[in-house]
């Protein structure tokens, strides 16, 4: 493991270690760590759909990416960690192109991921529910102004995420109420136009931000 890999984990395991339900800050982190999926999911999800092009060709997906990294290092330094991977990835992002920026990012993903699950399934879960909700909700909100049959493919991913998501909530006990991804997954089957699935994974997103906000620490 890289040395900064090193201190990074070394920060999230002494971060998780003085939390406590007594203290707000642990009523935040479960909140804090969905959020931190949500944020890079969006960002890795928006150098994915523009990998074709170059990043002068798409300045507003380059500032999309740029805001959802810049929100990420804030809230990994809220939770302790100092982040520093992301902060030298976001010192690059105007010398890297689209393909480049999401391979990092998936890096980021996978180290995050894996750091909470050598810590706790709970953390690790959430962290990646985050990530696939995301994924999804960045998808649709793309192809918002498509018919499903313009955009097969993109109807397939968004699928793919919100399984995903689904069978997450089912194998973990996160303390969310699930009823209505099961209701996104009968939408999906029965022909609800992508901006429907938009609504109710923006809808899902904040119910489950607020739901979090309301649990015990860790």
Same mark, same amino acid.
């Given at each position: =493991?890289?040395?900064?890999?090193?201190?990074?984990?070394?920060?999230?395991?002494?971060?998780?270690?003085? &939390?406590?339900?007594?203290?707000s +800050?642990?009523?935040?982190?479960?909140?804090?760590?969905?959020?931190l999926?949500?944020?890079?999911?969006?960002?890795?999800?928006?150098?994915?759909?523009?990998?074709?092009?170059?990043? $002068? !060709?798409?300045?507003g997906?380059?500032?999309?990416?740029?805001?959802?990294?810049? *929100?990420?290092?804030?809230?990994?330094?809220? =939770?302790?960690?100092? $982040?520093?991977?992301?902060?030298?990835?976001?010192?690059?992002?105007?010398?890297?192109?689209f393909?480049?920026?999401?391979? /990092? +990012?998936?890096?980021?993903?996978? &180290? @995050?991921?894996?750091? *909470?699950?050598?810590? /706790?399934?709970?953390?690790?879960?959430l962290?990646?529910?985050? %990530?696939?909700? @995301?994924? $999804?909700?960045?998808?649709?909100?793309?192809?918002?102004?498509? /018919?499903? !049959?313009?955009?097969?493919?993109? +109807? #397939? +991913?968004?699928r793919?995420?919100?399984? *995903?998501?689904?069978? @997450?909530?089912?194998? %973990?006990?996160?303390?969310?109420?699930?009823?209505?991804? #099961?209701?996104?997954?009968? =939408?999906?089957?029965?022909?609800?136009? &992508?901006? #429907?699935?938009?609504?109710?994974? !923006?809808?899902?997103?904040?119910? *489950?931000?607020?739901?979090?906000?309301?649990?015990?620490? &860790?």
């Open positions: =493991m890289k040395l900064k890999s090193f201190v990074e984990a070394l920060f999230l395991v002494l971060t998780l270690a003085v &939390f406590h339900p007594g203290k +800050l642990a009523d935040e982190m479960k909140r804090d760590v969905f959020i999926g949500i944020q890079l999911g969006g960002a890795e999800c928006t150098a994915s759909l523009n990998e074709a092009f170059s990043t $002068a !060709e798409r300045p997906s380059l500032d999309l990416i740029k805001r959802n990294l810049s *929100w990420s290092i804030d809230t990994s330094r809220r =939770m302790g960690n100092p $982040a520093n991977s992301l902060v030298q990835l976001q010192s690059q992002l105007d010398q890297l192109t393909p480049e920026i999401r391979q /990092s +990012l998936l890096g980021s993903i996978e &180290f @995050e991921q894996n750091t *909470w699950a050598s810590l /706790s399934t709970q953390i690790s879960s962290f990646i529910l985050g %990530v696939h909700l @995301e994924g $999804a909700e960045c998808v649709a909100s793309y192809v918002q102004s498509f /018919s499903r !049959e313009e955009k097969p493919g993109s +109807l #397939d +991913l968004i793919r995420n919100v399984t *995903w998501v689904q069978q @997450e909530t089912r194998s %973990v006990n996160l303390g969310l109420t699930t009823k209505d991804i #099961d209701e996104l997954v009968m =939408m999906i089957d029965q022909g609800s136009s &992508f901006q #429907d699935i938009l609504r109710k994974l !923006e809808m899902i997103r904040l119910a *489950w931000q607020k739901q979090l906000e309301s649990q015990a620490g &860790f």
